[in-house]
């Protein structure tokens, strides 16, 4: 439900802007009565920012801030005292800002939603006046909330709760140390992407976006030496036929052949419809609850083949 804004005063002086900050309005719109009291935790957190998160926040203000400006620290330091209704007045210095501004981060964290909007509108109004620099504000805090298990996202102007029963996938994947930071990137960003998809109703694309990742996830294994042989595929039935070869007993190979039934059966046009063509005879929708089955057996099965890959590769 929409909220009327809060007015937060940011001073021109302050913030060293090239335009003029009058005021700073709340952007988020969620339901009022998270202001006085957040959601109750379920599978996510929902009351309470976790410390660790808090940390992370803090570390992010400092990376938009190399300089230690202190009219920074002193924007985001504001607007989190706002959140508890505690007095602002500027700190001495920088060092202090930012000491004050870590103290006022670590207060507000005590109601989750109201925490993101703070972080948020200040961020992107600095982002506004040229002071930090500009990129998706939403998608960077959304990998956060993700990564610890928060249960809130940002779509478009609205925050959202997600929990037990949404159509969310949730993105937290152990992805194996030995593997390039690129690839750890990759297999990131496509699992926030499936998120959002099936966060937006677009079922048949958050499938789609799982399978590709599938894909992408089995060629870790090429080259990898398992006793005497290779895996020398170089796509996933190939990869997965070497693996099979390779190991043939264990709980290993029973998940490929689990794995190539359900690709299967979402390559075939007369099956799931989703890789290779549809038929276009027949029903064309996923509905939400296939969409949510196969993206989670999906993700299942990538985050045990990464952990199988980093168990044989080390």
């Known amino acids: 439900m929409p909220v009327e804004p809060l007015q937060v005063h940011i001073s021109e002086a302050r913030c060293g802007a090239t335009r003029r900050f009058t005021t700073l309005e709340c952007m988020l ?113 959304n990998e956060l909330l993700a990564e610890h298990r928060i249960g809130y996202r940002v779509r478009g102007l609205d925050l959202v709760a997600v929990g037990i029963g949404d159509n969310l996938l949730e993105v937290q994947l152990p992805v194996a140390p030995v593997l390039a930071d690129v690839a750890r990137e990759t297999v990131q960003q496509s699992l926030t992407r499936a998120s959002d998809l099936l966060s937006r109703g677009e079922h048949r694309a958050a499938v789609m976006e799982t399978l590709w990742l599938l894909d992408s996830v089995s060629t870790v294994y090429r080259g990898v030496r398992i006793e005497d042989g290779e895996v020398r595929g170089a796509y996933f039935n190939t990869i997965v036929t070497d693996l099979r070869r390779l190991i043939p007993s264990g709980t290993l190979p029973q998940v490929l052949r689990w794995v190539e039934t359900l690709y299967g059966y979402l390559s075939a046009p007369g099956g799931g419809q989703i890789r290779h063509g549809m038929d276009l005879s027949a029903d064309l929708q996923v509905s939400p609850n296939d969409a949510r089955l196969y993206c989670n057996l999906i993700r299942s099965y990538i985050d045990y083949l990464l952990s199988e890959y980093e168990r044989l590769a080390t």
């Not at 309470?48 to 940390?55: G, H, K, L, M, N």
């Not at 230690?68 to 706002?82: C, H, I, L, P, S």
């Not at 210095?93 to 006022?104: L, S, T, V, W």
């Open 29 to 141: 719109n969620f339901n009022m009565r998270w202001r006085f009291r957040a959601p109750a935790d379920d599978e996510f957190h929902h009351g309470v920012i976790p410390a660790e998160a808090c940390q992370q926040f803090s570390a992010l203000i400092r990376r938009f801030n190399p300089a230690g400006n202190q009219n920074v620290w002193e924007a985001f330091k504001e607007r989190f005292r706002a959140v508890t209704n505690e007095y602002y007045g500027p700190s001495t210095n920088a060092y202090f800002a930012q000491y004050d501004c870590r103290e006022a981060l670590n207060n507000a964290a005590a109601n989750a939603p109201m925490f993101i909007e703070a972080f948020y509108d200040v961020l992107v109004e600095l982002q506004a006046g040229g002071i930090v620099p500009d990129f998706p504000a939403a998608d960077l805090i």
